[in-house]
Nanobody, 123 residues
Framework: EVQLQAFGGGLTQTGGSLRLPCEAS????????IAWLRQVPGKEREVVSC????????YYADSVKGRFTISDDNAKNQVYLQMNNLKPDDTAVYYC????????????????WGRGTLVTVSS
């Protein structure tokens, strides 16, 4: 059974940092790309960042480039999202999702989802 769980959310001020771990079980990072997605009430879920071992790619949405870094620890089966210089527009529920092999910008193509974690950035 594939399970994903996002952790690490919280409240921070503008310019602050947070690190979100995603714990994955029941899948191999060699077979799945793992993404961080976020959703604000009333808006569609968006892909923020994605990592794929299959083609050694890391994707970042334009809105987070230069501020967020995605990484993985194969031994721990965890994927991390380091978020620096946070802005109020980053406030959202963050989810980790898994899709077969390669990263995609289409949220519905992420087959497996975990419970999200709320990130709130105050101005």
């Amino acid at each position: 059974e594939v399970q994903l769980q996002a952790f690490g959310g919280g409240l921070t001020q503008t310019g602050g940092s947070l690190r979100l771990p995603c714990e994955a079980s029941g899948l191999s990072f060699d077979d799945y790309a793992i993404a961080w997605l976020r959703q604000v009430p009333g808006k569609e879920r968006e892909v923020v960042s994605c990592i794929s071992r299959s083609d050694n790619t890391r994707y970042y949405a334009d809105s987070v480039k230069g501020r967020f870094t995605i990484s993985d620890d194969n031994a721990k089966n965890q994927v991390y999202l380091q978020m620096n210089n946070l802005k109020p527009d980053d406030t959202a529920v963050y989810y980790c999702g898994a899709t077969a092999v390669f990263c995609t910008l289409s949220p519905p193509e992420y087959t497996f989802w975990g419970r999200g974690t709320l990130v709130t950035v105050s101005s």
